[in-house]
């Protein structure tokens, strides 16, 4: 692959962006994502601990903010050396490459649902377990039916930046390439089964793109050029920014889960302090940590030390691997071949059992499926009902269907479109929302009582 074609500001749906110095195309990408409904809703979702429990910890929002910065970090001390080692400074500047990726990582998480991951598993769990889903997905393709059964938040996020905003514009926000190409962590369909064979690397353990994406992924693809992957259609090798848009979120949701769990009391000073500095050194003890008192600064400082320290290593490894990247033969995370990816996987591991499973987390997990599941029977019948019945369609279905917004409620014959259009609606919610819909919907909660 070759940095000219891969840094293209051509948008999707659109010609090649020609603003001026002052605000640059890659600028304008992040004014479009920031001032989105979509990227608005974050503030309301949970990253990990449910969003009442405390004012201190980090929401979607404010995870997606600060791996947008260690991102722009990354793609900064890549694009220096880049641009050295390729003669590219009269095309390319290191910012070029820092704000791609930062960008990128600003809508990393803009296709997540309510409620965590957990929202993501209970929305598969739905079209595994329901009977109105199963009668529905017999009469799909076997494509079709993959992206529903494997429903996954990045394939969301690539359609709500290429369709649901700004819907009425080809490419929906119409970003440049290079941001839809950082953006895309798993260049796949969803119909491709992972196994340890063909399909084994990082890129392809999830799908980037639904079927009816792939026409619009397409158009990104052959505007980068990116690799196309003999052994499996509709799958390219990954932009070689995603792989530093992966490392800028590692980096984030590993140390930073790990500081809010310190902070909430689930991990202790010692323990934070000892994983944090296994992977800064020593030295930091002697110097300026001993000269702060408050633990809550400590941890502080120590995370802010680590995530820089992360960063560069995570750097060196993309550039050293750099010529297997453009030829599409490396396709591992870059955190799991730095210098401290086994200190990494011992604060991951500590998560797992102190801050992730804690019961306030597992709660809202569990309430997720409840919520989730229940919003999607409910909807997905409504809407199943009105379209094979139209007027003789039950009162209980029309009243239902009236509680959808009038962009979600165009009656559509094919169930694929169908069911796309309800989980866009499900999906997009704030938790807060969704919980509210979910009590009126079960008569839990009466609006005027």
Not at 133 to 138: E, Y
Not at 345 to 364: A, D, F, G, N, T
Request: charged share 25%.
């Amino acid at each position: 692959m070759d940095w000219t074609k891969l840094m293209s500001h051509k948008r999707l749906g659109g010609a090649l962006d020609d603003a001026d110095d002052a605000r640059t195309p890659d600028l304008r990408d992040m004014d479009r994502i920031l001032f989105s409904s979509a990227f608005r809703r974050l503030q309301d979702k949970t990253q990990v601990f449910p969003l009442p429990l405390s004012d201190y910890v980090r929401t979607r929002l404010t995870h997606s903010i600060e791996a947008s910065c260690v991102g722009r970090s990354l793609g900064a001390i890549v694009g220096k050396e880049v641009v050295s080692r390729h003669k590219l400074s009269s095309l390319l500047t290191p910012t070029n490459f820092g704000i791609t990726v930062g960008v990128a990582c600003l809508a990393h998480d803009i296709g997540n649902p309510p409620f965590g991951h957990s929202g993501e598993d209970a929305i598969q769990h739905w079209f595994k377990t329901s009977d109105v889903a199963k009668a529905l997905l017999s009469r799909m393709t076997s494509h079709e039916k993959s992206d529903l059964l494997n429903f996954e938040g990045n394939a969301q996020g690539f359609r709500i930046l290429s369709r649901l905003q700004n819907a009425d514009a080809r490419g929906g926000l119409q970003l440049t390439c290079s941001t839809l190409g950082a953006f895309t962590k798993y260049p796949r369909e969803a119909a491709i089964p992972y196994d340890k064979g063909l399909s084994a690397g990082a890129s392809m353990k999830k799908h980037g793109f639904f079927q009816r994406e792939v026409d619009l992924f397409q158009e990104v693809a052959d505007t980068l050029g990116l690799l196309k992957r003999t052994e499996c259609p509709k799958s390219w090798a990954r932009h070689p920014l995603a792989f530093l848009v992966e490392a800028a979120d590692d980096i984030c949701y590993r140390i930073i889960d790990f500081e809010d769990g310190f902070r909430l009391g689930h991990v202790t000073y010692s323990d934070a302090e000892d994983r944090l500095l296994a992977i800064i050194g020593g030295e930091a003890k002697a110097t300026r940590l001993s000269r702060i008192h408050q633990p809550q600064d400590k941890v502080a400082y120590l995370r802010s030390k680590a995530i820089n320290r992360l960063t560069r290593e995570s750097a060196e490894v993309f550039l050293e691997n750099e010529a297997a990247i453009l030829a599409g033969s490396y396709d591992e995370p870059l955190v799991s071949k730095i210098e401290h990816s086994a200190e990494l996987e011992e604060i991951k591991k500590l998560s797992k059992e102190r801050v992730y499973s804690v019961q306030e987390v597992v709660e809202v997990e569990a309430a997720g499926f409840e919520v989730i599941c229940g919003l999607l029977e409910y909807f997905v019948s409504a809407a199943t009902d009105f379209a094979e019945n139209g007027k003789d369609a039950s009162a209980m279905s029309r009243k239902y269907l009236q509680l959808l917004p009038e962009r979600y409620r165009k009656s559509e014959q094919d169930p694929y479109k169908r069911i796309l259009r309800i989980t866009d609606y499900i999906s997009g919610m704030t938790d807060s929302f969704a919980v509210s819909l979910y009590r009126k919907f079960t008569g839990i909660s009466i609006p005027g009582t």
